[in-house]
């Protein structure tokens, strides 16, 4: 499907499953694209009401079907996408529009809302911090709700930051249980934008690193870095822009399927997401900034740079062409006018003492300008 | 028409037919200026409805006059606009505005949606990419929408991304036989505006690799080539921003030729739209962050030249200083004072030893200063 | 009336009649302002109906007062501003509120559009392309449009973009015979854009050229050009925004004097108004992004520059050296260990050997870095 | 008052009484804090209508309360904020709410209008261009407009732009004396608004001698010039924006103190105001333009320099090296091969030949690369 | 809670309690996390009327409840969140949603308001200008409103701008104690906006030194310091957009706690908060400018750091070469044209009158170029 073989090993690493899988054009409306590496979908049930919770693997998607009536809310999670005939079957039992299923088996769909009177979809993306280094997963959520069912469909069974909702459930830990399908579907958004933050975090601490590293000792190496970080922060900005937008709707637009007490929990939602934008233009305009330092900083270590060469060459030059001077052949027999020190008596060592005023002098010239001192300053720190 | 001799060719390349053949002031409104290189009209009618499709090259406008008014869906290709008097003619038979024949034309109008009552005309900019190389062939696309029929108008036969839909129609594939002529009008415009998905993801790779050129091997052919594909984003702008606001339209307005259901896909068809867009302005904010790390990348660069230069002169200027210092000419034999090193016995190599001992000072001062390191380092990658 | 006498001739040159003559502090309210060195006022009226045209030169604003009432309608044009009694009693005969006089005289007026009931005043800004180099004319037009005339008022007899529209009437091609005042007051109007075209096209041209230049052979000629642009540009956009929000206002606000047809061709205006505008964006970001790419020439210039120089003297500075070494007067008398090599057979040929090899071994390493090759592939560019 | 001793002058000049006395945290709501160096208040009661005239000094606030309720217009001109018992009389005179207070006399309030009712509070910002040099003077104004006075409070009695309006008023000139309290409010406005033209004329120009002092002798001065005009633009701005907003809201509000006729008239103003944002954000935009030729015109610089050293240094140094060859020791007697040069007989003229030939192909390559003439070509304006 | 331990001494220094504890992904909404070093509360009670005031320090959250319901005002003053058991049930005496306590506590919360009816919930952030030094403490205070009370929660007890509004009501000065709760709140918010003139002045006066710094003397540290400024900007930044909206909304949204009358205060407080961004943002593009010129201001220095050099190197390398040349060896004896100059009478002085007029003829060509002027221009400055 792919149109070209993507060139192996690049310097700037990317989140996984990046911009494959365009739609193609003129393919047909409703066409389902599985990607060649995708995992097998993996079904779960959970069906909970205050008293009671089951959760189970369920094999095919039709054995959900009789839990969607009941008035116990049942949460059909879907982890994987490698399956063209399950997912097919899904759609059918849950009612989809084949442009949903389109939707959400096109893994760089934009966040949004749709709202088919008796479900609404909304498609988000999470993210989820990598453990050993910088840089995170970014996995495509959507999510079905229904009047007592929630369908939820994810990418990938890994790295996932909706655990703690699971756990809720289970052990019965706040409200949750209390409530219906859409404290549920909000709960599961609750958690994903809160994802954000941990992720968020860990650009801070890296722009805060950068900014000493591109200060003291600027090189190749930082410049990548603070270009990677820009990068990846417009990738997120692509992803939460519209987070918010879909939350927004959801709050106004006062579908059934959400009840009133839970908008209340939405309005909570998004001013979480408000802050997730606010933190990252914060950090977009602290990347942005910090090109503009470094190239300062590397136009300043020029400067040093040119300052030493300045300084010993300035120096040397023109002690350089004194002793050329005396060494020059003119005929001291010919003519007492031929260089008359090279024979006298103190000649050698008034040369010399000329030499050493001049480079005293001179010396003393760039200590006064303060070329020393910037110099010597900036010594301790290369050592770092 | 052109006021000036286009002066041959340029370094930066252009997508064809652009910026040409715009109004003449003054100009009668409704005045159609064919471009002297137009390829002339190929017409082509396609009439479908869910049992029947007939295909066929049609000679005259006048040809396709019959199959407008019945039942069954009628699809009119023209592609290629070298002839005007066909041009007035098709205006005729479709019954147009001299305005609407003017832009159909006009090779660079904007995109947009011009509701007549009886018909709906749509002017959009498709594009395709180069196979051998990186670029795209643009192309103008107006789409007539009346009740029963389409018109659409092509600049060039050449380069079509529309095939597939012809392909859908003629095998009945999907329900595109057994829909009206405005699901076939969203069936174009979705396959134009997928089109723009390749073309977006080659500039993805072209930046990718810039990216490490910039980095690794800056030189004035990067510079080139960034500033080539800023050129070619902003021109990709101007052409999907108008589209946007057309399709917008047409789902808000409500004009009675688009139905219900075309509308749910017109939605879609506006998703896809607002994700061009996005990539856009992601590779349009990459590519100016290019030119920044350009200019970084060169003074990283400069000062490395600066280093070498700087370890060059700073180590052999002083010894030459030594060396001309005893090649001066004082007379060793007129004063004891004069240079009696000249004579010693360990003379010669002491003085070799005092200019090794200075040349060891200086690598080492150069060493901890980390000058080598960031020079050696930069050495392979400048090979690659 | 100007503040301080102008210094004469600049290194940037600007469009004439630009920025004089603002608006003292309070002076009062509908003062006209007659610039010392404006055209006496030149009349000419235009009287038509479907069978007759009358075209004739007038002397006195009263002479057409008699044709404003007939169902003709009566187009009278006024070039030049150098007398305030005419233009008082044009006032006077087409009843002006004493603020529309002034803004009609007062040549630095925004484009805008005000609607008197009885008649609109439109203000716009007309440009026109110098014949012989780059740059244009630019010059106020106003219009007053009423129920059976129009008024029209320019600031100078010369470089005028109607031409067309006076032949069309005059020589009944279109439809303008067949017409109304409003259609006549769209078909300049419609003129009056479409001259910005070609005044684009040639910066189009320009930056074009630019490119080239900055890339090849940036001089700082090629910065002043460049800064050039980006102002003149400045310029046009202060012309040409106000002007299409006047043309929208136009067509939304639904006065009377314009009938329902000439909306439509005012549509197609608008529409020309914002590809103007298009295309003045992407100049203006293409001129910005020139400068970008200019300074970053520059560096890359002077970083060839800086690798000459450190080529030169890497190769020739540790072989001066060399020689000076040999240049010492150690005594081969007083000691064997005092540069014996001066003495030895194969003394010479081996010193010139040995800097040779330190020749040969320094150009490798700047081969094989790659210095050589950017180096001469500048040179052919720079001669060109 | 203020919290820090203000250390004295300062490089870069600022027009006078800013940015003191914020408000403190925590104040009493309507404290009014006097500058210790503000001026006395004078006091003017100018009272007109059609037919008389008085014009006179005016000791108490009380004294003009009787004025105040007759059918002629009273303008109570009030100069200088030096004592808070006539500001407080003032208030209860004219019956202002604590907050107008304190609104007039702290010196940096925004541009506001106030609607109470039976007063309108306007406060703006005056700019008056300085006599002898660049820069202005600016003053708050407020005007309280009543039923048939007006109030107005300056904070200073000098450099004022609203002499014209006065001698208006007592020469009777133009229709001032035939209209409202309100007429006299947009007279003033006005005045004021289109005092900011010679403030920015005087900036245009300053613009013009920077952008050739930018590209041909840029300085350290240059610099600091343009960033004191990016400096004193931005403060431009911080009045103008926000007094678009109020004259906006004079016009739209529906007032019963402004009259429809008044109305049309503050259009203008209005007008006025957007024409001097337009300069102004036109004028940013060029000195933002002049900061980037001025980085490019110093690397530009330091490139000639560059070339300069270089060709110096290419030239010498190798010449250098082989004087120094032939001043090496190597003993022409102890064998045949070494330097048998120095004893030829031609060996001096063909020595310095030789260097002659390479000076002369060295030129010849600078010469054809065009670097002595871009260096020649900066030679004459650097005198300038 | 925290995900990583914090690595210790920053070289940009931060206000305290900044970005930590964000919300947990799929935390319990409601969730209540205290920092580990969060001071304990202390809680004051402050009720008064328009003749008793009582000010007291309470130490369970349920004896201030009995003063809620009276007609007196209850100010509940709450600082330090260091006790979970405290907080809860400090939200069960004034009946709060779980989500608003979460709110209180949660420190990085965006400012915004809440209404619920019978209660408003106001959350804002105070800053406090650090005493000794640039910066400034910043603290979240969060208001919940009622109809006779106010609660009022800080993080910390010390660095409070609040000791004006607490002194006005014990002293009876101004209106305070005439007026209800929503009086307190507005003075509360009035003092927490202007609590952020004396720390933008700060940031003012800064601005002004680095302005000086960087044209005269620009160092790593001047660069640093622009970059802290732009950082610190940012961050006050976050605080102050969304309290502008807030207050907004207060104002607009008509609850009934607050009345038509403070509604007129609490505008005054709008505009000071819009005046307090005006100033923000004139500061961010200031020091957004300082970055420029700091670019410009070390290209400037490298420029005469070059020129040094090359004026060195300009006129010693050819006088060196000088030397060179009459240090070669070739042999006067074996050809008279062999350096003749050696044996001359006036050899020696003549070459030292040579050498002389070269270095005059280059020291007036460099004079003549203005590169001295420039270069001693820059003495004095670099030694203040």
Known sequence: MARKVRRSPKMLTKPDNEDEFYHQPASIPGTIIIPTDASPPQMTLIDYNTRDVIRKQIKTPEECASYL??????????????????????????????????????????????????????????????????????????????????????????HDCLEGVR?????????????QADY???????????????????????????????????????????????????????????????????????????????????????????????????YRELATGLMDVYLSAVSNKMNEVMKFLTVISSIFIPLTFLAGIYGMNFSTEKSPLNMPELNWYWGYPMCLAVMAVIAIVQV??????????????????AKI
């Open 69 to 158: 009536d009941t008035a116990s809310v049942s949460w059909v999670e879907v982890q994987g996408l490698g399956d063209e005939g399950i997912l097919r079957r899904l759609g059918n039992v849950f009612d989809l529009h084949p442009l949903v299923l389109e939707d959400i088996v096109n893994l760089v769909e934009r966040p949004k809302i749709e709202d088919y009177e008796d479900h609404l979809v909304i498609i988000c993306r999470m993210v989820v911090p990598k453990e050993k280094k910088y840089g995170f997963y970014s996995e495509q959520v959507s999510l079905v709700l229904g009047k007592n069912y929630l369908l939820t469909v994810q990418e990938e069974p890994d």
């Open 167 to 179: 756990a809720r459930i289970c052990n019965n830990k706040g409200i949750i249980r209390k409530r």
């Open 184 to 282: 549920l579907a909000y709960s599961l958004l609750d958690a994903i934008i809160d994802g954000y933050f941990p992720v968020l975090e860990d650009y801070g601490e890296q722009i805060e690193d950068l900014e000493e590293e591109v200060m003291l000792n600027p090189s190749r190496h930082t410049l990548q870095k603070i270009y990677q970080i820009r990068r990846e922060l417009l990738q997120l900005r692509r992803y939460i822009w519209p987070q918010r937008d879909a939350i927004n709707s959801l709050i106004r637009d006062g579908s059934e399927l959400i009840s009133e007490e839970v908008r209340i929990y939405l309005r909570d939602c998004y001013d979480h997401t408000v802050q997730v934008m606010d933190m990252l233009e914060t």
């Open 364 to 381: 003393l010239f760039f200590w006064r300008r303060g070329w020393f001192k910037n110099f010597s300053k900036i010594n301790p720190d």
